[in-house]
């Protein structure tokens, strides 16, 4: 079964403080990796796929990069505009429809 | 086109009551999904269709759940006799299967709160 991992659960950070999220994932077969952004009460909004490892992913002050077990999604020098939650999910090869696995999230809350 | 659709946006029912959400994806995409997400957990794969066709059903959506994709365009997802674990955001998504490209494009979901 595929499992997506996500930590920490809860980041607080202060304005231009960087950091990264992690995401770890345990797939049969890895068709893509994506990284969505939810403000709350919200749907997810698309952020970046990841197909193989060594990839990277720039937008704006988000970067995003996968390894063979894991990805990561760096803030830099973050805004307070940059709060959300963001998730990760997996699409497996054999997946049916190419349905994705998500993460529980990473609650993010930028300080000024 | 102004992305995937969802009405309506918050849902308040009582117990044992039936009801029904829409969902009008992007124009173009073929794929079809249903999630469903509760408070501080990422959402969860319910049913997809490709076209009019419901390809695969989740065991999450138990005989209470419908759902349907008249002419492969807009989709309605019913839930009957709703109980109160019912009670979360249920989200629709849309994707191409065109250029490669495997990434579903969300809605702003439908939020249910059975009492």
């Known amino acids: 079964e595929d499992q997506v991992t996500q930590s920490p659960e809860a980041l607080r950070l202060q304005e231009g403080e960087s950091s990264s999220l992690n995401c770890s994932y345990t797939?049969?077969?890895?068709?893509?990796l994506f990284w969505y952004r939810q403000d709350p009460g919200k749907g997810p909004e698309f952020l970046f796929t990841l197909y193989s490892a060594g990839e990277e992913k720039e937008k704006e002050r988000l970067k995003a990069t996968l390894t063979k077990k894991e990805s990561f999604l760096h803030i830099t020098a973050p805004k307070p505009e940059d709060s959300a939650t963001y998730l990760c999910?997996?699409?497996?090869?054999?997946?049916?429809?190419?349905?994705?696995?998500f993460g529980g999230g990473t609650r993010v809350l930028v300080k000024p | 086109d102004t992305g995937v659709s969802q009405d309506p946006r918050h849902k308040i029912t009582k117990r044992g009551q039936n009801v029904t959400f829409r969902c009008d994806p992007i124009s173009e995409h073929n794929r079809l999904y249903w999630y469903r997400q509760t408070l501080g957990q990422g959402p969860e794969f319910l049913t997809y269709?490709?076209?009019?066709?419901?390809?695969?059903k989740s065991r999450l959506l138990s005989d209470r759940f419908s759902a349907e994709r008249p002419k492969g365009s807009f989709s309605t997802l019913e839930i009957q006799r709703t109980e109160q674990g019912d009670s979360a955001m249920y989200l629709c998504?849309?994707?191409?299967?065109?250029?490669?490209?495997?990434?579903?494009?969300f809605g702003q979901g439908t939020r249910l709160t059975v009492v």
């Open positions: 998504a849309s994707s191409s299967l065109k250029g490669g490209h495997t990434e579903a494009f």
């Open positions: 999910a997996v699409q497996a090869i054999q997946a049916a429809g190419n349905k994705l696995t």
């Open positions: 797939v049969s077969g890895l068709r893509g």
């Open positions: 269709f490709q076209n009019e066709a419901q390809l695969e």
